[in-house]
């Protein structure tokens, strides 16, 4: 069965430093990918998505993730953290059947330490 | 531009009672719409999907309901709520299932 897998649960980084978050999909190339930031109590934004046009996807905030075929990854990057992006990041492929739905990743929380 | 609308933000309710949570989206027709639920400390699950008017359909079987009684707005539901329906759900629409998903602020539910 497809599946999208986020490696981490939480992940720490000091202000200024690399942000790396992974996220690995399985079974058939997905036409998209996508990745979700959640704050706090309230909904999930997309931070930028995966269309096969090119292989490194540029998002908001300064994120941005590449897509690897032969790994079968699209980690999700930060050159460098701000406080502001402590939040709760999500990895997401749609099904390739039938049904209408989007696979979650389990989701990776971003700590910032000062 | 489109927009999902999905209130109340926050909502605590008894035992037993009824429940019911709107979500409206603006600016596109003939959205598919979906329900999720997020427990504490967990990621997203499912509830209910729906491709069009009266069309819904159910993920995991449950204490909820949904109905979409008009094009752009859907609605979930309880007769009765149980404590484990506590949790913050999610309202979100796409144009296609292998698109993005657009999501509502969220409704935070406890259940006392």
């Known amino acids: 069965a497809q599946s999208v897998t986020q490696l981490g649960s939480h992940v720490s980084v000091s202000e200024g430093a690399l942000v790396l978050l992974r996220c690995n999909y399985s079974?058939?190339?997905?036409?998209?990918l996508f990745w979700y930031v959640q704050y706090p109590n309230q909904g999930l934004q997309l931070l930028l998505k995966?269309?096969?046009?090119?292989?490194l996807v540029k998002g908001i905030n300064g994120f941005e993730a590449e897509f690897k075929k032969s790994e079968t990854s699209f980690h999700l990057t930060k050159p460098s953290a701000h406080m502001s992006d402590a939040a709760e990041y999500f990895c997401?492929?749609?099904?390739?059947?039938?049904?209408?739905?989007?696979?979650f990743g389990s989701g990776t929380r971003l700590l910032v330490r000062p | 531009s489109q927009t999902i609308h999905q209130w109340p933000a926050t909502l605590v309710q008894p035992v037993g009672s009824p429940l019911s949570l709107e979500c409206t989206v603006e600016?596109?027709?003939?959205?598919?719409l979906y329900w999720y639920r997020q427990a504490a400390g967990r990621g997203l699950q499912l509830l209910f999907y729906?491709?069009?008017?009266?069309?819904i359909s159910s993920e995991v079987p449950q204490n909820l309901s949904a109905s979409r009684p008009q094009d752009r707005q859907f609605i979930l539901s309880s007769k009765k709520l149980l404590l484990s329906d506590s949790g913050f759900y999610l309202c979100?629409?796409?144009?296609?299932?292998?698109?993005?998903?657009?999501f509502g602020q969220g409704t935070r539910l406890t259940v006392v």
């Open positions: 997401a492929a749609p099904r390739m059947d039938s049904s209408y739905k989007l696979i």
């Open positions: 995966y269309t096969s046009a090119a292989t």
């Open positions: 600016g596109t027709s003939n959205p598919n």
């Open positions: 079974s058939s190339v997905p036409p998209y």
């Open positions: 979100a629409w796409s144009v296609s299932p292998v698109t993005e998903a657009f």
């Open positions: 729906s491709v069009g008017i009266g069309q």
